[in-house]
């Protein structure tokens, strides 16, 4: 029975080695982490230090080679990627990824309400559900409530990014994963959706593991952050630690 000290997710020595040939190539390394109810981790680490990989790794898109991966303190090891989409939301980089383009925001908004319910939709009842959207897409203040009702293939990429947080969290999950989530976006609205993240971070008490390149937001947020190199945790700072850190000491991370 988990209590309210059972991490949300727990990673014991996860390890994936890919075979190719003669040759084989650890690309995640004995990784041990317990991620807490409270926890808001930033990820850092260089190209190829295995961020994606623990992001696949925990989202089931990835087997282990050996190790564990416990949600709740249910061992999920196993268990395919559509199980575990029930606890687990995901925003990656490219804002085509997480939106169905032939379908308006309202109704990608509609199927994202769904999630782990065990009923459909009618258009009859979408249509109910537009006036909640509209005044959630408004909080953003990119535009995204006004095109609520065109195909968001036709959005910007700020405004389907913004579609996407919203989806991955109109219903509360249990982990919330960003995969460098607002790389893809010009400067101002990267740091709009980055507030927008907070806010819903906050508001909705959610437990996210954010990857990021931008070491300045790396340590704005969040209580926790992670440095990746080469498959490993090679450091993990609370946030009183990580305050002491200087943006000098992080760019030796990329040495
Ligand atoms: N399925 C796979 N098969 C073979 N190699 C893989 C696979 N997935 C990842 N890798 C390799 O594992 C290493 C880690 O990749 P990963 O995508 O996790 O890095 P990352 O830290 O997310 O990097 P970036 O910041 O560039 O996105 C890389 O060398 C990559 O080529």
């Known amino acids: 029975m ?48 295995g961020k994606s990989t623990l992001f696949n790794a925990i989202s089931g898109t990835l087997s282990l080679t050996s190790g564990a991966i416990l949600i ?11 199980k575990r989409a029930a606890h687990i939301s995901r925003v990656f980089q490219d804002p085509k990824m997480g939106t169905a383009p032939r379908m308006t925001g309202v109704e990608n908004l509609a199927i994202a309400s769904l999630r782990g319910k065990k009923r459909t939709l009618k258009l009859r009842q979408i249509n109910q559900y537009k006036s909640d959207f ?6 953003i203040g990119n535009g995204l409530e006004a095109h609520l009702d065109v195909p968001t293939g036709n959005l ?48 909705q008490s959610l437990t996210a593991l954010m990857i990021t390149h931008h070491m300045e ?28 850190m200087k943006l000098e000491d992080f760019y030796r991370i990329f040495d």
């Open 217 to 244: 937001d790396a340590l704005k947020y969040g209580n926790r952050l992670i440095v990746m190199k080469d498959g490993k945790i090679v450091q993990d700072l609370a946030a009183t630690e990580k305050e002491q």
């Open 2 to 49: 988990p209590t309210n000290l059972t991490p949300i997710i727990e990673l014991k020595h996860a390890t994936k080695i890919i075979e190719n040939g003669e040759e084989s190539k650890v690309i995640l390394d004995d990784v041990s982490l317990q991620i807490h109810a409270t926890d808001f981790i930033t990820i850092l680490g260089g190209n190829g230090a």
């Open 156 to 203: 910007s990429g700020g405004q389907r990014q913004a579609l996407s947080l919203l989806m991955a969290t109109i219903i509360q999950p249990e982990l919330l994963l960003l995969d460098e989530h607002t790389a893809a976006l010009d400067p101002k609205t990267s740091k709009a959706l980055m507030a927008l993240t907070e806010r819903l971070v906050r508001q």
């Open 72 to 82: 709740n303190g249910t061992d999920v090891t196993k268990q395919s990627p559509e």
């Open 134 to 139: 509209t005044s959630l897409a408004a909080q």
